[in-house]
């Protein structure tokens, strides 16, 4: 499959480990693909991105906070949040007793200091996801707008919730993207 990936989709996966790296986290997750993503520039995805809004960096700075946020929850969704706090259990109160006695981000995953990260499972299947969205549109090669895609028409995963709340969803990127297409399924 990656073979398929254009030179932007390949920078975006590389950047995206080095997010990891630099956070010392024990795997690559859909966090740090956004991330990545919202760095680039020139490209079909940043395109889109800077469409919808998300150019400046102050509201990329915003993104990475959410994305933070998102991960000290062990990567609960709003959704899985709110299910739990209907059967009494408070997400935040347990996040914040664990971060007292271990530390901030204790709840985020290992940390690791060197070797190579592996992808999590939510991270795969954007990549996989891509490939999906890019064979729907005919298109040949597999782009950063096809991760921005994947990416954003995971139901429940955390990075696509950061982005809805920025009104950025499957509909609005396909919009960009293609046009009269919208209305199509994004895999």
């Known amino acids: 499959m990656f073979e398929r990936f254009t030179e932007a989709a390949r920078a975006v996966v590389k950047e995206a480990v080095v997010h990891a790296e630099r956070e010392r986290a024990e795997q690559v997750d859909e966090g740090h693909l956004l991330l990545a993503l919202l760095e680039r520039r020139g490209s079909r995805g940043a395109f889109v991105l800077d469409a919808l809004g998300l150019a400046d960096e102050a509201r990329r700075a915003e993104i990475g906070r959410a994305i933070g946020v998102a991960r000290r929850r062990a990567g609960l969704s709003r959704a899985d949040t709110e299910a739990l706090a ?11 007793r664990v971060e007292e006695a271990h530390g901030v981000g204790a709840l985020a995953g290992g940390r690791r200091v060197g070797g190579r990260r592996s992808f999590t499972r939510e991270a795969k299947k954007v990549l996989e996801g891509s490939l999906r969205v890019a064979v729907q549109h005919g298109d040949r090669s597999i782009g950063d707008e096809h991760l921005l895609l994947a990416l954003v028409s995971r139901t429940g995963g955390t990075a696509s919730e950061v982005l809805e709340g920025y009104g950025v969803n499957a509909v609005g990127v396909e919009r960009v ?7 199509r399924a994004a895999g």
Request: proline residues 0%; hydrophobic residues 45%; glycine residues 28%.
């Open 86 to 96: 209907g059967l009494g259990i408070d997400v935040d109160e347990i996040v914040a």
């Open 177 to 183: 993207l293609y046009g009269g297409d919208a209305g």
